[in-house]
Structure formats: C-alpha cells, structure tokens
C-alpha cells in the first residue's frame, strides 16, 4: 500500500459511510419535505364530512332488471373518508353494495373509509356493479411513505456514488513510473539515451 502524496486527499472509510448515511437521510427529507407539500396542496380545499342520501323508490328493481339505472349512479362513485352514505331502500326487493345489504323498506347507514374502497357487486347499477372510490380527507403520511422512503434512498445512494466518482476523477493520475526513464520537453516527449 502506498503513502498518499503531501497535499493529497484521502478519505476513510469510516468517513465514507458517514457521508454515505448523512447524504441518504438529507436526500429523504429532502423528498419528504416536497412531499408532504404537494400532499398538502392536494388534500387542500376538502370540505367536512358529508351524508350522501341514496332514496330507492318502489319499482327501482325493475328497471335496473331491464338496463335502466333510475338512481343515476355513476360506475365510479367517488366519496371523501368519513362522508356517510345512506341507502333508504323504499322498493320491495333486498338491495346490496357489496357486503352491504339493504332489506326493503329499511334505512342504512354506512360510514365510508379508504379501506372500504374498491369494485364491488351491486344490485343498484344497470352493470351489477361499481367501483367506490373513497378519498382520504386530511394529509395522510401512508400516502408518502414507501415513495419518500424508495426515492430518497435512492437519490441518497446516487448521490453519493456521484461524489466518489468526482473525487477519483478528481485526483491527478500517478505519471512518475510512466515518465521514468523519459524526458519531457514541451509537447513532446522522449526516450533518455
């Protein structure tokens, strides 16, 4: 092992995984801190909760049964986390959403969460089925998470690969074996007699 030169830098390697630890969690605050603006900017402007009153009328069952949908629900019903959907089931048929089940003339309530999200069978739409799609309210930080964590790591490695890489092109090359025996004049270069 050589001796590095007067005036060389060198680094250990016990300095390296300090860097290497310091640029890894610099980088994942860095994306935590973009992301948590930009989930703040988006959950700006939710509304509070809200009771979404669904009214099924005498006869629904029927035409549903010949295509119709009568209760214009849309393939994908969008809500916010803690909005209330209420089914009053007027008609004389049962109707269900999913594990939701509605006997005739009753009244359900149902508090709506993300985790309940998703397509279900529906004998409220034409289709037989519907897609609840149920947005968070506020900022949730499991929205982030696994990104923050995924990107910044890997900003945080590739940044600092990115310095190792600069400090080795950044040391000048070891020319004295090369120039041993060799004599440098201007641009060119000659063997000693």
């Known amino acids: 092992m050589t001796e590095p030169a007067q005036g060389e830098k060198t680094y250990s390697l016990r300095r390296k995984w300090i860097e290497a630890v310091l640029l890894i969690a610099a980088s994942t605050f860095v994306v935590f801190?973009?992301?948590?603006?930009?989930?703040?900017?988006?959950?700006?402007?939710?509304?509070?909760?809200?009771?979404?009153?669904?009214?099924?009328?005498?006869?629904?069952?029927?035409?549903?049964?010949?295509?119709?949908?009568?209760?214009?629900?849309p393939p994908t019903w969008t809500f916010f986390a803690d909005d209330t959907l209420v089914l009053d089931n007027r008609d004389d048929v049962a109707h269900t959403l999913g594990a939701w089940f509605v006997p005739p003339n009753t009244v359900r309530r149902f508090e709506l969460q993300p985790a309940y999200g998703g397509f279900f069978a529906c004998s409220l739409h034409p289709s037989g089925g519907v897609t609840l799609d149920i947005q968070p309210r506020d900022y949730d930080f499991a929205l982030i998470r696994w990104p923050v964590f995924g990107f910044g790591v890997a900003v945080g490695v590739i940044l600092w690969i990115g310095l190792n890489v600069m400090r080795s092109l950044d040391k000048e090359p070891d020319v004295s074996e090369y120039l041993a025996g060799k004599q440098v004049t201007g641009d060119r270069c000659c063997l000693r007699q």
């Not at 402007?45 to 009153?53: E, N, S, W």
């Not at 035409?63 to 949908?69: A, K, S």
């Open 33 to 73: 801190a973009l992301s948590s603006i930009a989930l703040l900017i988006y959950t700006d402007g939710t509304r509070d909760p809200i009771v979404h009153v669904l009214e099924i009328p005498l006869g629904s069952w029927d035409l549903i049964e010949q295509g119709e949908n009568p209760l214009d629900i």
